[in-house]
């Protein structure tokens, strides 16, 4: 199957203004683009692109003063096929982890191990390691915690949203990976497209999605608390440590987002590329609060 995916972005930005873009598909995806995946910007301005530590695409610009429009329209092919799930998946021991992995275990600026890890074993150590006990984690969380947009909060943490009890995808994610970790599963916090493919569509603005995956058998696996089901069409972005790494539009000065529009449909059989209805909101609250980084 063919998926349409992009964005429409505009920032206001009073002057000048140093940008780091993470918005491209991950490397590990770009095999599967149909059409090249290209950042737009008006006015034009150059970009240069940089890999960072976790091997995600990242593009370098300065905004000119004013507004800035920032798009990207692309085709990808995808399976079609849900999230695999392997249920025997076997968890490593730590010390045969590869030394790259081994940083997935640690707490970090979202993922407070040490506080969490007390309530961690005492709930899922006697449930089988590997892929069950994983699953364990995310059936938790997704009761656990209520989602809604307006419970959307850039600051909260993965114990905020053991606290709270409410929260957007991207605090399913952070819970799910700090408790995994304190587990010795590592597991690492991912961005990207997720559309409502092959389930009912939802009433609200289409956003971009967070979910997280888990090394198991020796590879990553997706795993999802928010939806806990199978989904189809992921199109990955980036995998960090949390969303401190991963923050899709990082700006080194102040600004505002004027506009913003995310495209994620399949593309029908045998016609013609339609154009895709494309959601509109002056501010995406799940994006507010799990993609967007001032630095000022």
């Known amino acids: 199957m063919l998926i349409h995916a992009g ?32 950042i737009r910007a008006t006015p034009g301005v150059r970009m240069r692109s940089y890999r960072d530590s976790f091997g995600n695409i990242c593009r370098r610009l300065v905004a000119p003063a004013g507004r800035l429009l920032l798009q990207s329209d692309f085709l990808i092919r995808d399976s079609g096929a849900p999230d695999h799930v392997r249920p025997h998946g076997r ?12 940083q997935f275990l640690l707490p970090s600026r979202y993922c407070e191990t040490e506080a969490l890890m007390p309530f961690a074993w005492a709930q899922f150590g006697d449930v089988p390691e590997g892929w069950v006990r994983a699953q364990a984690v995310v059936d938790f969380v997704h009761g656990h915690i209520e989602f809604g947009y307006p419970h959307a909060w850039a600051q909260r943490t993965a114990l905020g949203a053991f606290n709270d009890r409410r929260g957007v995808c991207r605090d399913f994610a952070h819970l799910a990976v700090a408790l995994c970790r304190c587990l010795n599963i590592p597991a690492r916090y991912v961005n990207g497209y997720l559309g409502d493919i092959g389930v009912p569509p939802v009433d609200a603005p289409m956003d971009f999605s967070a979910w997280f995956q888990v090394w198991l058998d020796g590879e990553w696996h997706d795993f999802d608390a928010r939806h806990n089901r199978p989904r189809i069409g992921r199109i990955l972005i980036a995998a960090g440590r949390d969303a401190a790494d991963v923050a899709m539009l990082t700006a080194f000065g102040q600004h505002s987002l004027a506009r913003f529009e995310v495209t994620t449909v399949e593309v029908p059989p045998r016609l013609h590329l339609p154009q895709p209805h494309q959601a509109r909101c002056a501010l995406s609250a799940e994006t507010s609060a799990s993609g967007w980084s001032a630095m000022t």
């Not at 009073?14 to 770009?30: C, G, I, K, S, Y």
């Not at 968890?91 to 081994?102: E, M, S």
Request: aromatic share 2%; charged share 25%; net charge negative.
């Open 7 to 38: 964005f429409h972005i505009e920032i206001d930005c009073p002057a000048d203004t140093p940008l780091v873009l993470m918005l491209n598909v991950h490397p590990d995806r770009r095999g599967a683009l149909h059409t090249p995946d290209q």
């Open 91 to 102: 968890q490593q021991a730590v010390a045969d982890l590869p030394d790259d992995v081994l």
